[in-house]
């Protein structure tokens, strides 16, 4: 139950696109299209941006896309906004009903 | 809306214990099962446990396993956290958070500071 490997940070200015990248094992992210992400302003709850590797909840604007490839998946902010600004989390199912998440990435809106 | 509202948290002494609540609504909390998820200070977040929609079955990551349980009363829409034995190494902001309909989370508290402090 390693933890997953995310950058620290990230940044990037308004309208631009940025990445945050998650990779994990053959046992959790390479293994199944069961990747998650959520945003985290501090303070308050985490929301669910992305599942199932590329999934959009209703409500989340089509600026936020998922992708997978082998142990690496990736979130990807294009049209960056000031309200971006937040802690992203991504998170695999890991088989045996357990999950494990990242260590999470301070996305900074310059 | 889904609402999740945690209780119980505090300061405890190592070694000590103490129970964690989480209110329900908004859902037919019955019908999902339900995680506890912990983030420490300056940390990610952690995976702590999972229980099914009717407390069948039970699962906990290995960091928490045997000393602390997760149960449920559907008939209160109520999850808890029993912790024991606590380390300071527990010290973290504790979340109550819904399964989905597939293998992810999709609501979640705004959690319940325990701190393991002598």
């Known amino acids: 139950q390693s933890a997953l490997t995310q950058p620290r940070s990230v940044s990037g200015s308004p309208g631009q696109s940025v990445t945050i990248s998650c990779t994990g094992t053959s046992s959790d992210v390479g293994g199944y299209n069961y990747v998650s992400w959520y945003q985290h302003h501090p303070g308050k709850a985490p929301k669910l941006m992305i599942y199932d590797v590329s999934k959009r909840p209703s409500g989340v604007p089509d600026r936020f896309s998922g992708s997978k490839s082998g142990n690496t998946a990736s979130l990807t902010i294009s049209g960056l906004q000031a309200e971006d600004e937040a802690d992203y989390h991504c998170c695999s199912f890991a088989g045996s009903y357990t999950w494990v998440f990242g260590g999470g990435t301070k996305l900074t809106v310059l | 809306q889904v609402q999740l509202v945690e209780s119980g948290g505090g300061v405890v002494q190592p070694g000590g214990s103490l129970r964690l609540s989480c209110a329900a609504s908004?859902?037919?909390?019955?019908?999902?099962?339900m995680h506890w998820v912990r983030q420490a200070p300056g940390k990610g977040l952690e995976w702590v446990a999972f229980i099914r929609y009717d407390g069948s079955k039970k699962y906990d990551a290995d960091s928490v396993k045997g000393r602390f349980t997760i149960s449920r009363d559907n008939s209160k829409n109520t999850l808890y956290l029993q912790m024991n034995s606590l380390r300071a190494e527990d010290t973290a902001v504790y979340y109550c958070?819904?399964?989905?309909?597939?293998?992810?989370?999709?609501?979640w508290g705004q959690g319940a500071l325990v701190t393991v402090s002598s």
């Open positions: 908004g859902f037919t909390f019955s019908s999902y099962g």
């Open positions: 958070a819904k399964d989905g309909p597939g293998w992810y989370i999709d609501y």
